[in-house]
């Protein structure tokens, strides 16, 4: 074990302290918690300077047997069972796997930077009741999981929170929550459990994304769907060097949808909000509202370049990955992001491309797929999660052994889902 880290009071009862500091200096003396009261703990990060993916009970956990419960014998059926079983741990869910690579990450980061409060800071987002978080809590510390922020709402959905959370991403096993929190813009995602189990790496973060309507906006998919690939290829080639919202107001013209005033996106997306503004969905805010100083907007209020939902959490990955290359650690850096699309590469992968460097951001890896099955590539890259906006593919991944993610946002979301089964409430 190294040492005393710098700065940091030694006991964790002191205001303010957490066991966060705990995971590099106790997992390299092969201890996990349990350590003498002499050992120096870190600060727990503020919210706004870490990276805070909130994650629902039945995300991180398997929780099938309760929800049987629940569907059967009712909440008090449910809360019993509960309170009887506390100290029985659950087992893992889909989001563990990524939870554990999350803090390797941090392992990593405290070792070069001890003082740095820009790590991953996991809350525990539930509304289970209160009680039932005793068996949640003996089960973070059965896994040794360094999670220290819980949210609880007894019953009530905790999208109304995640803001106040200083939320990231969201991971919920339940979608019409999912659906809330896109539509309060926050990164957000449905978590699926793969078919059969995958190795994944327990020391490399390993995160997959589509590119439209989860890195970038929907636009390209609405011309494909209303006029075809044809005219979309012909105008991805014409207009490569311009970012891909550009793309969509050049064809919205060339159809004579747009008079070149005003925003476009209005008359094909439904109208707009109380500000005069199409209200679409994004992160940071709806429509052609400012979303921070990565957008890029007409003088009109009608943005140039729009967003994706995940598009944020990608730029928060970047951040953390600068943080090892400069210290010489681009081969050995702990975290590794792959662009997976159905995009072809030869008739519109550079403007995909593209447009990531004109947000200052970019993928390792770049895979254009011109249509064939992501799973199969996914089963090599065998990534901790991967998002999609399409059901298709997220299936395909499931099958495949990855543990998919469903980004429900964009104009494919139009066409109707298979319903889901009932969800219980407080079991989330």
């Known amino acids: 074990m190294r040492g005393q880290l710098p700065g940091q009071c030694s006991h964790p009862k002191e205001a303010g302290l957490s066991w966060w500091g705990l995971a590099a200096a106790s997992k390299q003396g092969g ?112 896994y040794d999981l360094f999670i220290e922020r819980f949210c609880m709402t007894g019953g009530n959905s905790p999208i109304c929170y995640l803001k106040a959370y200083h939320t990231n991403l969201y991971l919920s096993s339940d979608a019409e929550k999912v659906s809330g929190a896109i539509e309060e813009g926050i990164a957000a995602a449905t978590i699926f459990s793969p078919s059969k189990d995958l190795e994944v790496s327990e020391n490399q973060l390993r995160v997959a994304f589509d590119g439209d309507a989860v890195l970038f906006s929907d636009e390209s998919e609405q011309i494909v769907k209303a006029h075809g690939l044809d005219m979309f290829f012909e105008h991805e080639k014409a207009h490569e060097n311009k970012p891909l919202a550009q793309v969509a107001l050049g064809v919205l013209a060339r159809l004579g949808l747009w008079d070149g005033s005003g925003c476009p996106l209005v008359p094909l997306l439904g109208g707009c909000g109380d500000k005069g503004l199409a209200s679409v969905p994004g992160p940071g805010g709806t429509g052609c509202q400012e979303q921070g100083s990565a957008q890029r907007s007409r003088s009109d209020g009608c943005p140039l370049l729009r967003q ?121």
């Open 308 to 428: 994706g939902p995940l598009k944020g959490f990608l730029e928060a990955l970047g951040k953390l990955q600068k943080k090892f290359y400069s210290k010489g650690l681009r081969m050995e850096c702990p975290i590794r992001t792959y662009l997976v699309t159905a995009r072809s590469a030869a008739s519109s992968g550079a403007r995909a491309l593209k447009t990531l460097r004109s947000w200052g951001l970019e993928t390792d890896e770049a895979l254009f797929l011109a249509g064939a099955p992501k799973g199969p590539l996914l089963k090599k890259i065998r990534p901790h999660i991967f998002f999609d906006d399409q059901m298709f593919h997220v299936e395909g991944a499931k099958e495949m052994g990855t543990v998919a993610a469903h980004v429900p946002y964009g104009v494919a979301q139009k066409h109707k889902r298979p319903a889901q089964e009932k969800q219980p409430q407080n079991s989330k």
């Open 31 to 142: 201890r996990q918690r349990g350590l003498p009261p002499s050992l120096t703990l870190c600060t727990q990060p503020k919210p706004e300077n870490a990276i805070t993916i909130a994650v629902s009970s039945r995300a991180l956990f398997r929780m099938e047997e309760e929800q049987k419960i629940y569907n059967e014998q009712g909440v008090e059926a449910y809360v019993k069972y509960q309170l009887d079983h506390e100290n029985e741990p659950f087992l893992p869910g889909a989001a563990f796997p990524f939870v554990k690579a999350l803090e390797a990450v941090n392992t990593q980061l405290r070792e070069l930077y001890p003082d740095s409060e820009e790590l991953f800071d996991i809350v525990l987002m539930t509304n289970n009741h209160a009680q039932v978080g005793v068996r949640l809590i003996n089960s973070i510390n059965h």
